[in-house]
């Protein structure tokens, strides 16, 4: 990792705090670049006009008592990286060949959208519990990196 990743890193961290999750230990930032160049962010939040568990001050996942990792669609919450990539597509920018920086390892759903898109790399922080995105990477030849920091 060199001194660009652990900027873009940092920035994936700070946009996390922007979640709207009800959860503290679930807010996801994304930020995707390409030639050191930030296209766009995302981080997980209800959509536009729908009201977040934070607003509702409640959690659905945790009412429903779902476990990390299953069924992403009884969630009010679009993840960062959809989140991002949507910003993109809404713009009518091309992330073909991009990096994506997240602060969690992308669940399935996200890995199939990330695929599609033509990003070609992603580097995340921390794990999550979906060893079938981890699988379609390997397969779509996405590069996958896990970031860590350099010891000074």
């Known amino acids: ?17 922007w979640s709207s999750c009800y959860q503290q230990n679930r807010k996801i930032g994304a930020v995707i670049v390409r030639n ?10 209800a959509p536009q ?19 990390s990792g299953t069924h992403h669609e009884l969630c009010y919450a679009i993840h ?6 949507i910003q993109a597509a809404k713009l009518g920018i091309s992330i073909e060949g991009a990096t994506l920086y997240c602060t969690h ?4 759903i996200c890995a199939k959208m990330i695929i599609n898109s033509g990003i070609s790399r992603v580097v995340y922080k921390e794990g ?10 390997k397969q779509s030849g996405v590069k996958l990196e ?7």
């Open 80 to 85: 960062a990286e959809q989140n991002a990539i």
């Open 105 to 108: 390892q992308p669940c399935v």
């Open 36 to 45: 050191k160049r930030i296209i766009t962010t995302g981080y997980n939040g």
């Open 146 to 152: 896990r970031y860590e920091e350099e010891e000074a």
């Open 1 to 17: 990792m060199d001194k660009w990743d652990k900027r873009f890193m940092e920035l994936a961290f700070t946009i996390s705090s």
């Open 49 to 67: 006009g729908i009201e977040s568990c934070l607003d509702k001050g409640e959690c659905l996942r945790r009412k429903l008592n779902i476990p």
């Open 128 to 137: 999550y519990p979906d060893d079938f995105s981890l699988e379609l990477f």
